[in-house]
């Protein structure tokens, strides 16, 4: 394991990189131990607070499984880790963006917002429509593309609120989350997506009607655009 020593100013967060890079990549795989704080200590150059403070959070995050009294060991993250590990995943080891990754956030966005939309249909109040009405307009006149970006996130975010579904709601935030530090890229990337005001509108107006099945094909169509314009930018790339 290429652990090297640590010179930046968060030595925790710094030390949590290295090891979870280690984990992700499989260079270190499951089952694997990890060695014992004291040699992490001396081989990253950092105290042991440090060490167990990052420890702590590859732990959270069902990265390793620290055994009191014995090893900590890799876990299988894949079977055991849930999407807020999607942002270490983001990036591969030469710092481009995991195609397959990438495709995966996008489905999963899309997937989640049309059923969203078929619920809210069933279940959003009357300030929920007119928000999202408002946010509709908000969409069309955004004078750029991460305005345009942000408008989408205000009106998918309403669904999702329209829905009164929590699991919903909780994944939509880590999604946004995710694709933040790449955001000028996704504004780009599904332009066509953002562009369409009218599809949006056509949402918004079918949740008005209740018409769940009909929300629901509105949002498909919608985001469908942009999920296969980062289909096929990741498969070029």
């Keep these: 394991m290429p652990l090297q020593p640590v010179q930046r100013t968060s030595v925790a967060g710094a030390v949590f990189n290295q090891l979870s890079d280690e984990i992700v990549s499989g260079r270190l795989a499951p089952g694997e131990a990890l060695p014992p704080e004291r040699e992490l200590t001396e081989r990253l150059g950092v105290n042991r607070q440090a060490v167990r403070e990052a420890l702590q959070r590859l732990d959270q995050l069902g990265l390793v499984e620290i055994r009191h009294g014995g090893s900590t060991r890799v876990l299988d993250f894949r079977q055991v880790g849930g999407p807020e590990l999607l942002v270490l995943l983001l990036l591969g080891e030469n710092g481009t963006l995991d195609a397959g990754v990438v495709r995966s956030i996008f489905e999963l966005r899309a997937t989640v917002a049309a059923d969203a939309a078929r619920l809210c249909a069933a279940r959003a109040v009357p300030g929920t429509v007119r928000a999202l009405e408002d946010a509709a307009d908000a969409i069309a006149a955004a004078p750029t593309p991460l305005d345009a ?21 909780l994944l939509h ?6 694709y933040d530090p790449i955001r000028d890229q996704v504004a780009s990337l599904i332009a066509d997506e953002l562009d369409d005001a009218a599809g949006h509108r056509r949402v918004a107006v079918a949740i008005a009607k209740g018409q769940e099945r009909a929300a629901e094909v509105a949002a498909r169509k919608v985001l469908a655009s942009g ?5 096929a930018a990741m498969a070029e790339s």
């Design 173 to 178: 935030n880590s999604l946004e989350r995710i």
């Design 227 to 231: 999920t296969e314009a980062v289909v």
């Design 149 to 169: 970006l942000a408008a989408s996130e205000q009106f998918w975010g309403l669904v999702i609120e329209g829905a009164d579904n929590v699991a919903y709601r």
